[in-house]
């Protein structure tokens, strides 16, 4: 396929963000905000397999990859076909003495419809099915229509939505959660694991490479073209100082309009004004520990084994895994259950706090470095709501032995959910406020990183 080549003209352009003190109007091509510092920046050319850094906070702008299209399609349809396995089979299947069951995939979410969880349910089915389902039936589509040089209709739609989707996609969470659910159960009876179970394993690694192959920049190239960017853009500055936002989805830098409302002139998505005080972040943080109350005082799953109920609260399933000596699956619930959304919801809470302080501790990386890892780690507590899924739908033999979900589930499930919108709605922008680009960063180590020893011409 002849594909769309990007503008190749930055031989000049890094190097005239590294003459901070001239600050030179440069092309008005491929010009980028970093999303996390706010920092208005030429691109390098880039060959595949090259990546251009934030020289300011190291944020990755743009990765390159060989064949974009071929290889994103590819990696979705095989990933397509092994979620096709992962539902159509056996998924797991136990037995105690003659007594046990074989659960498919679905069951998992289906199952809870019938315990009174139907929200529970619903996350489930999204985040591990659904979600991922319409992020690589979009992007084949997608990647079909620009090999075939003429974008399939709805293709701009389709490209808006698969950064909304990518967050919320967590087959690879629900594996560590359908381990630790083997290995609770494991020690009490005999435990299968079915065709659907591997193939969702290799599902959920697919489906790591799928997202990790697209590389927005290209494809928004290769949809739209790209517009110039507006006039006086000065790199090596602020874009909010200049009135200008760097679109979060396709990143071309747009005028901001004086009401601060606006649209991207590409791709038509809402622009990102600058929000110093952080108040939704600051509001979503309350409603979840609001919720955490109740995910931790109500139990999160009812056993019954031979007709005597025990209700288990997060913290009383850790202690249970402590005195069966399970030290690791202790540790793994304790973490993702307590540790990461307790220290989540505070590093949260300090971060929109010193936004408003003079004297701010730690540095601007540091910061910065902080709320990273707030946002990867968010997702990882869901794996306590997959093991309640799982095991319910596993574990349903009546008075005999069954478990059920606690209204723990709901809160924590709730709990998990707030905490993520309020590290995505949080603005990183803010933590580099009244920063002068040249005082933190070495501004000439602009450019792309090369994994090889080639080396660069920019
Ligand atoms: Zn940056
Ligand atoms: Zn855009």
Redesign the pocket.
Same mark, same amino acid.
């Given at each position: 396929m002849a594909e769309p080549s990007l503008p190749e003209e930055n031989s000049t352009i890094s190097a005239s963000v590294a003459h901070r003190h001239a600050r030179p109007t440069v092309s008005r091509r491929r010009l980028r905000v970093? +999303?996390?510092?706010? *920092?208005l *920046?030429a691109l390098p050319s880039l060959k595949s397999g090259e990546k251009a850094d934030?020289?300011?906070?190291? +944020?990755t *702008?743009v990765r390159r990859h060989a064949n974009p299209a071929e290889r994103s399609l590819a990696l979705a349809i095989a990933t397509l076909i092994t979620l096709a396995l992962s539902v159509a089979f056996p998924f797991i299947s136990f037995d105690i003495s003659g007594i046990g069951n074989r659960i498919e995939l679905t069951e998992t979410a289906s199952t809870l419809i019938g315990q009174h969880q139907p929200l529970v349910a619903l996350c489930v089915l999204l985040t591990v099915i659904v979600l991922p389902a319409i992020y690589l039936l979009s992007l084949s589509w997608l990647c079909l229509g620009l090999i075939l040089q003429h974008p399939l209709p709805r293709s701009r739609q389709l490209a808006r939505t698969l950064r909304h989707v990518t967050p919320w996609m967590m087959a690879d969470v629900f594996v560590i959660g359908t381990l630790v659910s083997l290995i609770k159960i494991m020690g009490m009876a005999h435990v299968e694991l079915g065709l659907s179970f591997w193939s969702f394993c290799a599902y959920a690694l697919l489906l790591l490479l799928t997202t990790q192959s697209v590389d927005s920049d290209w494809l928004w190239f290769s949809l739209d073209k790209e517009p110039q960017a507006p006039a006086g853009s000065k790199v090596g500055l602020a874009a909010a100082e200049q009135g200008l936002s760097g679109c979060h989805t396709c990143g071309l830098v747009n005028r901001l309009p004086e009401s601060g409302k606006g649209r991207c002139q590409r791709c038509d998505e809402p622009l990102h004004p600058y929000h110093a005080g952080n108040q939704v972040t600051l509001a979503l943080l309350a409603a979840s520990v609001v919720m955490y109350l109740p995910a931790n005082l109500y139990p999160i799953m009812i056993t019954t084994s031979l007709g005597d109920t025990t209700p288990s609260t997060i913290i009383g399933g850790v202690l249970l895994f402590l005195q069966e000596g399970d030290f690791p699956i202790a540790m793994i619930i304790f973490v993702a259950s307590v540790l990461v959304p307790v220290s989540k919801m505070l590093a949260l809470l300090w971060l929109c706090y010193v936004v408003h302080q003079k004297q701010r501790p730690l540095s601007q990386m540091s910061r910065?470095r902080l709320y990273r890892i707030t946002e990867f780690i968010g997702r990882w507590s869901m794996v306590d709501v997959f093991v309640v899924a799982i095991l319910v739908a596993l574990i349903r033999n009546g008075s005999i032995m069954s478990i059920e979900p606690g209204a723990g589930a709901l809160a924590f499930t709730a709990v998990v959910l707030l905490t993520m919108l309020a590290a995505m709605m949080f603005d990183p922008r803010s933590i580099?406020q009244g920063a002068s680009p040249s005082e933190h960063a070495d501004l000439s180590s602009t450019g792309p990183q090369r994994p090889s020893k080639e080396s660069s011409h920019v």
């Open positions: 970093c +999303h996390e510092c706010d *920092l *920046l934030c020289p300011r906070c190291g +944020h *702008l910065i580099w």
